[in-house]
T-cell receptor, first 115, second 116 residues
Framework: AQKITQTQPGMFVQEKEAVTLDCTYD???????LFWYKQPSSGEMIFLIYQGSYDEQNATEGRYSLNFQKARKSANLVISASQLGDSAMYFCAMREPNTGNQFYFGTGTSLTVIP | GAVVSQHPSWVICKSGTSVKIECRSL??????MFWYRQFPKQSLMLMAT?????????EQGVEKDKFLINHASLTLSTLTVTSAHPEDSSFYIC????????????FGSGTRLTVV
């Protein structure tokens, strides 16, 4: 089974609007970490936000927030006030400390911000 | 956050030659680094886990004799693509555990390899 599922291959959003990128995950561990990374066309992976499995509050980092619904095993990324520079690929990832520390990545969502 | 430097950022080589990619942790020690491969418009696939002072652990399906990994120091891991073929053309990216952020990983800027 896929560890991380991103069901939106591509998304469009109007500049200054908010957009939600979906991510669901699969794990039987109690301790895990969820991440979102942005990958612009240059290829670098830019860390955006992190949510720990025991964190009770949803993580926020500036215009990024993570809508963490543990029972549903979802960790959606919300980008508020979209900017043209937000156009990029976005990857959801999970790390399970008990299984070798590797990252499991989703297939990514390509976000295009329309002026 | 911590910085991982990866070089070169792009390389073109002829079929049959070998190419070395370096991944260096700046200002922190990385006992473990990870090497990923990414095909166009696809996700990152873990190739191997590089352990300082010991042999790398390769994921299933990754040829260890083709993708040689050396992690000789706490700040440097190298990936050598040996006898490169056009099908090895891809984007290779390394990462290391970020000592600042709990659970976090920081990534190198990636290397785009084209084999002609």
């Amino acid at each position: 089974a896929q560890k991380i599922t991103q069901t939106q291959p591509g998304m469009f959003v109007q500049e200054k609007e908010a957009v939600t990128l979906d991510c669901t995950y699969d794990t039987s561990d109690q301790s895990y970490g969820l991440f979102w990374y942005k990958q612009p066309s240059s290829g670098e992976m830019i860390f955006l936000i992190y949510q720990g499995s025991y964190d009770e509050q949803n993580a926020t980092e500036g215009r990024y927030s993570l809508n963490f619904q543990k029972a549903r095993k979802s960790a959606n990324l919300v980008i508020s006030a979209s900017q043209l520079g937000d156009s990029a690929m976005y990857f959801c990832a999970m790390r399970e400390p008990n299984t070798g520390n590797q990252f499991y990545f989703g297939t990514g969502t390509s976000l295009t911000v329309i002026p | 956050g911590a910085v991982v430097s990866q070089h070169p950022s792009w390389v073109i080589c002829k079929s049959g030659t070998s190419v070395k990619i370096e991944c260096r942790s700046l200002d922190f020690q990385a006992t473990t680094m990870f090497w990923y491969r990414q095909f166009p418009k696809q996700s990152l696939m873990l190739m191997a886990t590089s352990n300082e002072g010991s042999k790398a652990t390769y994921e299933q399906g990754v040829e260890k004799d083709k993708f040689l990994i050396n992690h000789a120091s706490l700040t440097l891991s190298t990936l050598t693509v040996t006898s490169a073929h056009p099908e090895d053309s891809s984007f290779y990216i390394c990462s290391a555990a970020d000592p600042v952020r709990a659970f976090g990983y920081t990534f190198g800027s990636g290397t785009r390899l084209t084999v002609v």
